[in-house]
């Protein structure tokens, strides 16, 4: 368990706080590029307990600036977008994308008074569906070298959503490899309705993820340190007679996820497509998750997967906490207990998705981490808090990971794999199975040969 004094490290992200210092030191998702593809496109953004602004320019560059205008603190979500930037409806005060002052036209003429403001402003850039914002001190580096980034727009689908709760809660699901094994639990036939990621078979075996995870509860969860972060293992073994793949032979299913330091994780998906997703505070108390969907093979189908996932969230313009989901506490994240006694372990539909939500959720807006009870398969959890503490504890590039050379960075390989090779696995037989089905799939990509991890 973590001390109160720790809690309040790790949870906390507003301006001046050592949590906030640190994640204002990697580029942060601000909003979708979708969001802003009306007539107008100008958005309120709270991020990172920031009130915030988020324009796009006539010339098609994105700007992120604060929201109360820096004369009388009127709100810049509703100003004109015109004149080389964003103007202020109260006195007609002008700023452009990187916090200048334009114009100020209802001084005298001849004014000067313009030159010696300035709105607070953000760097930010759009890239495959997202516009990122950099938070931090000084010039921003360029993005990592992430397959997220690296992919074509072709082959990479963007999607958020909002959880009501902080941020760290939220990214601990995705470096526990153990829940999926109840969580996300089906506990009949496998139906075309339920999450790919767990429908589709592992490797050549013919075994359904979500049948594995079910006959399997208790892999065995290894961390290896990156230069991004850490790597997780994840074994399970597959026993012989009923509990066997293919042709009754048994074998290990090897699952690669991954923490890149310090709000996102990849996870594979199926054969062809990972994601990558970042967990970013609104506040305290609230966060969205952004995905990227990457796909090694065939392009993406965006109007598709834009269709499975956009009817579960209310859209609301002008809300900063738009993508709320229509499921959550007040009707109970959509429980039905015949459904868990008979269908899914939650009892919570299909939508993996909420099943992630109701666990991050449920504990309240802020997890009391003072009264949990770590185990050994919490592995992960400790890694995440043990980078982040350190990190807060001795400030700067030398570090942070991943921020000293990030486009230096590759994958991360995201992969489920399969080994036959006899029990015990050695660490040399888990290397091979994932990196071989790592370079498999990137060797038949037509964009990701050459993007391996090494």
Known sequence: ???AAENKLLTETGPGTPGGRLLRSYWQPAALTEELNGDRPVIPVRLLGEDLVVFKEETGDYGVLARACAHRRA????????DGGLRCPFHGWLFDRDGTCLETPAEPEGSTFCSRVRQVAYPAMEH????????GDGPPPPLPGLDAF?????????????????????????????????????????????????????????????????????????????????????LRPYGSGSTAGA??????????????????????????????????PIDDTSCYWYSMFVSYGDPVDSDIMRAQR????????????????????????????????????????????VHDQWAVESPGAIHDRT????????????????????????????????????AS??????????????????????????????????????????????
């Open 128 to 135: 495959n569906g997202i516009i990122w914002t950099w938070m």
């Open 247 to 280: 042709n009754n032979e048994p074998f290990t299913h090897v699952r690669v996820t991954n923490c890149i330091f310090p709000n996102a994780i990849t996870i594979p998906m199926s054969s062809e497509i990972a994601i990558t997703q970042w967990h970013v």
């Open 310 to 353: 956009v009817d579960a969230v209310e859209l609301v313009p002008g809300d900063p906490k738009t993508y709320r989901p229509k499921t959550g506490r007040a009707n109970n994240w959509g429980y039905d207990p015949v459904e868990q006694r008979d269908l899914t372990y939650t009892g919570m539909g299909f939508d993996i998705n």
């Open 75 to 82: 709100d810049l979500s509703f100003g004109r977008l015109e």
């Open 150 to 234: 690296a992919a074509p727009s072709s082959h990479v689908f963007a999607f958020k959503g909002l959880w009501e709760c902080n941020w760290l809660q939220a990214h601990e699901v995705g470096v526990d490899p153990a829940h999926a094994s109840f969580l996300h639990r089906f506990l009949g036939p496998v139906e075309e309705e339920y999450g790919l990621q767990f429908r589709s078979t592992i490797g050549d075996t013919g075994v359904p993820t979500t049948v594995l995870m079910r006959d399997v509860p208790n892999p065995s969860i290894a961390v290896e340190s990156t230069a991004y972060g850490f790597r997780l293992i994840t």
């Open 371 to 406: 009264n949990e009870h770590l185990s050994p398969a919490d592995v992960g959890i400790r890694a995440q808090r043990r980078m982040m503490l350190a990190a807060m504890a001795n400030p700067g590039p030398d570090t942070e990971v991943g921020t000293a050379d990030p």
């Open 1 to 3: 368990m973590s001390t």
């Open 409 to 454: 960075l590759r994958g991360p390989g995201s992969v489920d794999a399969v080994s036959r090779d006899p029990q015990p696995l050695s660490s040399t037989a888990v290397d091979d199975a994932w990196r071989s089905a790592d370079a498999k799939r990137r060797a038949a990509s037509s964009w990701a040969e050459d993007l391996a991890e090494t």
